[in-house]
């Protein structure tokens, strides 16, 4: 990739190779799609394929398309459901990705300091510094963010598009309130082979970064590059329980909850008693007794903020 300057002191991209978008058409951010078209053309992007789906699970599809037409770098324009089911596609590619965080959720763009800013988004896209990161793979399916069963796979299930759609991460504060009195449900954690938890449990979680569904800094020490996967397993049971979770997470302090046991991991199974509904990167899945999550290590390539620069 080579750069020049245009007449307004802003670095112009050439021989970039051929670019791809993929974006969410409901999704917005800054001016939009048009704007973004105006954005990649002042860059001097004149090799570009354009792909918009009215579903994040219509994605893949795209992405695929845009890999056999030999894409060299993918803008995924969407939230975190859009950037999983697109990071999933990726995987192991090489093929570079960058994300337009347009969603209600933004975590994993918020967690690797990707502004909400589509200028300075495009830029990174373009210019920034090209990072290879683990995702976690759930049942056959990767994921970026985090994955869950339990009180969250319910929590998420619950939060349907129209609420989200109008009320963003308080739709989650909602739909927790009704399902704090999920039942617990016996479980049994074998982490690297061998086994780490075995009673009662209301949730499950696996992290590949730090904060989390609603913006829950849920895991402290958590990193997309070193290899693991945090776990992390909550027998709170009932409003108070979770009040007290919840409140030591805010505060950055998850382990030292009563009801919260962390570790880390690169191979985890789960079994539980009861079917439980688990999701990824904020989508729902299905109601399953068997959970096998691993991490794979740099799966991803990921365009980023140079180190040092601040979102």
Avoid at 19 to 44: C, P, Q, S, W
Avoid at 256 to 267: N, Q, Y
């Amino acid at each position: 990739m080579s750069t020049r300057t245009s007449e307004r002191g802003n670095p112009v991209t050439t021989g970039v190779g051929t670019v791809a978008v993929v974006a969410h058409r409901r999704k917005t951010l800054g001016g939009g799609l048009d704007a973004l078209r105006a954005e990649l053309a002042g860059a001097g992007v004149d090799d570009l394929l354009w792909y918009e789906v009215p579903k994040s699970r219509k994605a893949p599809k795209k992405v695929r398309r845009a890999l056999k037409k030999g894409a060299d770098l993918i803008f995924v324009w969407g939230g975190d459901g859009m950037v999983q089911r697109c990071a999933d596609t990726l995987a192991g590619s090489g093929t570079a990705m960058a994300i337009l965080p347009a969603g209600t959720a933004n975590l994993f763009a918020a967690n690797l300091g990707i502004p909400e800013d589509l200028p300075e988004a495009v830029r990174i896209g373009l210019h920034g510094r090209r990072r290879t990161l683990d995702l976690g793979r759930l049942n056959g399916e990767h994921f970026a963010v985090m994955a869950g069963a339990g009180f969250d796979g319910d929590l998420i299930r619950e939060a349907d598009r129209d609420l989200k759609g109008r009320f963003g991460r308080l739709a989650y504060m909602w739909t927790g309130l009704r399902h704090v009195r999920g039942e617990l449900v016996r479980t049994r954690i074998t982490v690297d082979g061998t086994e780490w938890f075995h009673g009662e449990a209301s949730c499950v979680l696996f992290g590949n970064v730090g904060t989390i569904t609603g913006g829950i800094p849920a895991f402290d020490d958590a990193r997309p590059d070193d290899g693991c996967l945090e776990v992390g397993v909550s027998t709170a049971d009932g409003a108070i329980d979770w009040a007290r979770t919840l409140g030591r997470m805010a505060a950055g302090r998850s382990e030292e909850s009563p009801f919260l046991r962390i570790t880390r991991g690169r191979k985890v199974k789960v079994r539980l008693a009861a079917p439980r509904t688990y999701e990824l990167d904020g989508g729902a899945r299905g109601a399953v007794t068997k959970l096998k999550v691993r991490v794979v290590p740099g799966a991803l390539t990921l365009c980023c903020p140079e180190a040092g620069e601040s979102a």
